[in-house]
């Protein structure tokens, strides 16, 4: 039986439903040595600010039980550079191009498009007003619905493509957040971001991260993700991109039928480079197995009552 596996993000149609998390995939084509990146739903770029970030001091990495704790800091080199050197190989793969943007101010992030929006070469923006690594920044947009609306809003009046803010879960509720990038005019919505996490070296009783907390991640927060996507399903009607602990299909599974329209691979992209390819077979034989022919049934078919 042939599965049709493709799935649709507003105006975005993607191959099928598996996409590579911002931060976990480098620019975009780094992987390509490994395998066929074009075989993906689609690839979300590393953060691009106005400017080039040096990130965070070190440690800014550091494993833990069941994940991963980040203190990057949105190190990158900023959208000019990214224009002139990184886009152009973007242009060569075969699979939806999604660049994640963020800004040190709401003004940033409307500069950032207004740059990047007459290239051509990529799909849509992710919308970055939920990092919880950046001081005073990231976080602290994604958590007020006001400032969350006005990125939102001047994003949308900068462009045509599909934008897609990325949810912070370090919310009272994430659902009036969703509600409000609707209002505001979002295609779609990304979540989960990262949890506020840290780790204590006992011996010399100082944090592992130089940052003190940074951004937790991988497996054990799937049953957070999974809940917050449930809360968002229930308050908006934008098509949903599921991220938190996603390692195999069945991961996959559990949020495309919590209401995930897409998903995306990030912490295991860096224990299994080829998760992401691993997930998309496992999708398919899920289905066959299942005689669904279109993937797309499967999402929201929740039975919770």
């Known amino acids: 039986m042939k599965v049709d596996l493709s799935a649709i993000i507003g105006s975005l149609k993607l191959k099928n439903p598996i996409l590579v998390a911002s931060g976990t995939f480098g620019y975009g084509t780094e992987y390509g040595r490994l395998f066929d990146v074009s075989r993906l739903g689609g690839i979300v770029t590393k ?52 660049i994640n943007i963020a800004g040190s101010s709401v003004e940033e992030y409307w500069e950032v ?10 799909d849509a923006y992710e919308i970055n007003i939920s990092c919880p690594n950046v001081k005073d920044e990231g976080m602290a947009f994604g958590s007020n619905p006001q400032v969350t609306e006005r990125i939102v809003r ?7 493509r599909p934008i897609i803010p ?16 609707e209002t505001a005019g979002a295609d779609a919505l990304s979540l989960i ?5 840290m780790s204590v070296d ?29 809360e968002v399903h229930r308050a908006v009607k934008l098509p949903l991109i599921g991220i938190g602990g996603i390692s195999n299909a069945a991961d996959a599974l559990e949020f495309i ?24 077979s496992g999708l398919e034989q899920f289905c066959e197995r299942q005689a669904v022919k279109n993937i797309a049934d499967l999402v929201g078919s929740l039975q919770s009552g």
Do not use: H
Request: proline share 7%; hydrophobic share 40%.
């Open 47 to 98: 953060t691009i600010t106005l400017r080039p970030r040096a990130g965070n001091p070190s440690p800014r990495i550091w494993e833990v039980g069941g994940g991963m704790l980040n203190s990057i800091g949105l190190a990158n080199v900023g959208v000019d550079v990214f224009i002139s050197e990184r886009l152009p190989k973007l242009k060569e793969l075969e699979t939806a191009i999604i």
């Open 113 to 122: 498009v207004e740059k990047l929006d007459p290239c051509s070469g990529f």
């Open 154 to 160: 001047g994003v949308r009046d900068r462009t045509n």
């Open 166 to 181: 990325k949810l912070t879960p370090n919310v009272t509720s994430i659902g009036e957040i969703a509600r409000v990038c």
């Open 193 to 197: 971001n990262t949890l506020v996490g």
């Open 202 to 230: 006992i011996e010399s009783r100082r944090p592992r991260l130089a940052t003190v907390t940074g951004g937790y991640s991988g497996p054990t927060i799937k049953p957070i993700a999974l809940a917050k996507l449930f």
């Open 257 to 280: 039928i919590t209401g995930a329209s897409a998903v995306q691979v990030g912490t295991a992209n860096f224990v299994n480079p080829r998760a992401s390819l691993e997930i998309i």
